[in-house]
């Protein structure tokens, strides 16, 4: 079986363009490749494939981005964050579980609102921030980020919410989102291996789109290291702003 079996060559051609697209961005921000996928795919592809399509390049790029700095401090962002992950964990694979019987707009509506109104308060000029770690908040988020990763594959949002809220560094930061994404990656292609999402059929389409998002994330990751901290949290707030907006629309549209 071929990819054109499945898709045209033109739908092969805008899912490349879209793939790098995502990668950019992500490159740039660190976040916003599983958002920018499934929206870009989605306009011209059956939201079957379009979530098999990004699940390999999300995978594979938040591993780069885990490992960037090496293991030692890949491992340290999982020490000081595994609340988070453990408790993300849970709820990303009890949330998983629950697709078939609660609308993800619900959810995605409940982490749009908080996520939009942070952000854009915020891009306004008020701040709000996190002088230290709480054990109880990162829990709460953890929850939340997971139980809304595992109904629709979004889970950057909250995550990213949090980091900046704590001033995490653009280094530190980056870093730790590939340790939560590349984890939260393996658990939804595990998921979906389990659901028939990515098989035999898709898994090659899905394969195909990770190069352009791996060329696309090395042009990003250029102009990321050009950036300071100031512009790097603008910049990061713009698509956590937009970001936010995306799930409004996705839960007000269904």
Same mark, same amino acid.
């Given at each position: ?24 961005? !992500?490159?740039?921000? $660190? ?40 293991? !030692? ?8 964050? +595994?609340?988070?992950?453990?408790? $993300? ?17 619900? #959810? ?9 109104? #942070? ?27 997971? #139980? ?19 001033? =995490?560094? !653009? ?52 102009? +990321?290291?050009?950036?300071? +901290?100031?512009? #790097?949290?603008?910049? =990061? ?18």
């Amino acid at each position: 079986m071929t990819l054109f079996s499945i898709l045209s060559p033109l739908d092969l051609a805008l899912s490349l363009v879209v793939a790098f697209a995502a990668g950019w961005i !992500k490159g740039i921000v $660190g976040f916003a490749m599983p958002m920018v996928m499934i929206s870009g795919l989605s306009m011209f592809l059956p939201p079957e494939l379009a979530l098999a399509g990004l699940i390999l390049p999300t995978l594979v790029t938040n591993g780069f981005q885990a490992l960037r700095e090496g293991t !030692k401090a890949a491992y340290a962002s999982i020490h000081r964050f +595994q609340v988070f992950l453990v408790v $993300g964990l849970i709820f990303l694979l009890a949330g998983a579980q629950l697709v078939a019987f609660v609308p993800a707009s619900t #959810f995605l509506l409940m982490i749009g609102v908080p996520v939009s109104f #942070f952000a854009l308060i915020q891009v306004l000029g008020m701040k709000l921030t996190l002088k230290s770690q709480s054990t109880r908040i990162e829990a709460v988020i953890g929850a939340v980020a997971g #139980f809304v990763g595992g109904m629709s594959g979004v889970w950057g949002p909250p995550t990213v919410a949090y980091l900046t809220a704590l001033g =995490t560094p !653009k280094l530190e930061q980056l870093r730790t989102q590939g340790v939560i994404y590349g984890l939260g990656s393996i658990a939804l292609a595990i998921a979906h291996l389990g659901s028939g999402v990515l098989r035999v059929e898709t898994a090659p389409f899905s394969a195909v789109l990770v190069v352009p998002a791996l060329a696309g994330m090395w042009v990003g990751l250029r102009l +990321q290291d050009r950036i300071d +901290q100031a512009i #790097f949290r603008k910049a =990061t707030l713009l698509v956590l702003l937009v970001a936010g907006l995306n799930l409004l629309r996705r839960g007000l549209m269904g």
